[in-house]
């Protein structure tokens, strides 16, 4: 039927009226088991079907029907070899689409590739989740010998160039709940795993600007990161210089350290966020 031209027009929503209404009536029951499934699987390396009913408390039965759903878009896939599902490619799709709906990776991309280029060594950038450094974005080293953390990769925030310029920027009581909930897992001789000198590495941190991840989470690389701000002042994001000790060595700090805060400092600027030293 026309539309009267009198009539009002319908003023598109969205989202309806019952939006905070999160009661069961509102929700899929086998699409949430679905996204649980799939938040579960992509925390681990693979998976068999019996590990992951044990580890949801779920029949294999409805398991294996919400894994063969996913396999059909792609969002996980099935090594048949090993028995394992693991992630699949179309869950990488759709979360670069969520990327790129982001500003940051994009205001990223020059800058971290002109730090690659000033530094040779690779740069890298990363969020917050949880209690890890979430990898976004890298510029890879032309080098032969070159670190390596692949966009979707996890690292703990305590063994992570990145996590540690992130963490320095937290206050002591948030801190404090961290440390109460995340083991500082050892993965090195030089990891830091007790509170007191995680404490003050990263009051260290916060003096010169930059962390320096010291071997302490892969024997051989060192890492040297800056926290980005936005618009609020909040730290939002870290970029890093990463590569192996021989060529990110401790004479070379110094440098590399101004090249990582320049370009931290370029992007906080393309959030928003006052310059260093301006005001």
């Known amino acids: 039927m026309k539309r009267s031209e009198s009539s009002p027009e319908r003023r598109a929503r ?5 939006w905070d209404d999160k009661t069961a ?30 580890d949801l408390d779920q029949s294999p039965a409805t398991l294996y029907r919400v894994l ?12 048949a070899h090993a028995q394992h599902w693991h992630i699949g490619a ?13 500003s940051l990776v994009d205001r990223a991309r020059p800058i971290m590739r ?9 740069a890298n ?6 209690t890890n450094v979430l990898f976004i974005s890298q510029v890879e080293t032309h080098a032969s010998i070159r670190a390596f953390f692949p966009p979707g990769t996890l690292s703990p925030m305590h063994a992570s160039g990145i996590g540690k310029a992130l963490l320095a ?6 801190l404090s709940r961290l440390f109460a909930t995340a083991p500082l897992d050892r993965f090195t001789r030089r990891t830091l795993t007790d509170p007191t000198s995680l404490r003050a590495d990263l009051e260290a ?17 060192r890492c040297i990161a800056a926290p980005v701000f936005d618009l609020s002042g909040e730290a939002v994001a870290g970029i890093s210089v990463s590569g192996p000790v021989g060529r990110v060595s401790i004479a070379e700090t110094a440098r590399l350290a101004e090249a990582v805060m320049e370009a931290a400092d370029d992007l906080s600027a393309a959030m928003g966020a006052e310059r260093r030293g301006a005001g």
């Open 169 to 174: 920027q937290m206050s002591d009581d948030r």
């Open 68 to 79: 063969v759903t996913l396999d059909g878009r792609g969002i996980v896939e099935f090594d």
């Open 205 to 221: 941190t916060r003096e010169r600007g930059y962390s320096i991840d010291d071997e302490e989470k892969n024997e051989g690389m």
């Open 25 to 54: 009536q509102n929700t899929i029951k086998s699409l949430d088991r679905a996204m649980e499934v799939l938040e579960h699987l992509s925390e681990m390396p693979g998976a068999t079907l019996s590990q992951l009913a044990e």
């Open 90 to 102: 179309r869950a990488f799709v759709i979360g670069a689409r969520y990327l790129r709906r982001t």
């Open 114 to 122: 002109r730090l690659m280029e000033v530094t040779g060594e690779t």
């Open 125 to 130: 950038l990363g969020v917050a989740r949880d």
């Open 14 to 18: 969205g989202r309806p009226r019952d």
